[in-house]
């Protein structure tokens, strides 16, 4: 079965100071992986998806992610934190070949500070 | 446009009880899913249903809940006899097809069980 570890529950970072949150995934074929955010008390919002077409993916507010097969990791970055940013993030690999299903993370909690 | 449309977004319920949330699914999308997030962790599947079907519902508890997605109206999952280990928020989403893409989420309902 497929899996994902976020290897952060909590990270806090200055405002104006990059972003790290860290994932890897298991899985047995090529995957479908997915960032998404959370904020409080509310549903989830897309930040960007990989689809096995290029490797650094761009997605909304200025993150990116970066594929690496050989490493089975995909790590969210952000040159320059925002106290919006502050939430929760989910790394989600599809279930299946089909994408039919979702498996989450445990989620990181990002913290920004002023 | 509206998208994913949960309601309600609270629900209390006594033990006992009967809780029936209720998901109406992004215009155009025919594929619905249904998540729990349980306090502090990350979201699990429970049931992936196309109109009228039940396609996969590997992540459901084997008793006392129910998944539908009728032809007309909104999917609605049904937790009969509820107990207080229900307490969470459970989600919904919905895409357009199957296949390894992304799921456009609801804000969830947040269940509560006295």
């Known amino acids: 079965a497929q899996s994902v570890t976020q290897l952060d529950s909590h990270v806090s970072v200055s405002e104006g100071t990059p972003v790290l949150l860290r994932c890897n995934y298991s899985s047995s074929y090529s995957p479908s992986l997915f960032w998404y955010v959370q904020h409080p008390n509310k549903g989830l919002q897309l930040l960007l998806k990989?689809?096995?077409?290029?490797?650094l993916v761009k997605g909304i507010n200025g993150f990116e992610a970066e594929f690496k097969k050989s490493e089975t990791s995909f790590h969210l970055t952000k040159p320059s934190a925002h106290m919006s940013d502050a939430a929760e993030y989910f790394c989600?690999?599809?279930?299946?070949?089909?994408?039919?299903?979702?498996?989450f993370g445990a989620g990181t909690i990002l913290r920004v500070k002023s | 446009n509206a998208g994913v449309m949960q309601n309600p977004r609270h629900l209390v319920r006594r033990r006992g009880q009967e809780a029936r949330l209720r998901c109406s699914p992004m215009k155009g999308h025919s594929h619905v899913y249904w998540y729990r997030q349980l306090p502090e962790e990350g979201l699990k599947f429970m049931v992936y249903?196309?109109?009228?079907?039940?396609?996969?519902e590997s992540g459901m508890p084997k008793e006392r809940f129910s998944a539908e997605f009728p032809k007309e109206g909104p999917s609605i999952l049904r937790i009969q006899q509820v107990v207080r280990g229900d307490s969470a928020a459970y989600f919904c989403?919905?895409?357009?097809?199957?296949?390894?893409?992304?799921?456009?989420f609801g804000d969830g309902t947040r269940l509560s069980i006295l």
């Open positions: 989600v690999v599809s279930d299946t070949e089909y994408g039919n299903k979702l498996v």
């Open positions: 989403a919905s895409s357009p097809s199957a296949g390894p893409q992304p799921q456009h």
């Open positions: 990989y689809t096995s077409a290029a490797t």
């Open positions: 249903l196309q109109k009228e079907n039940i396609i996969d």
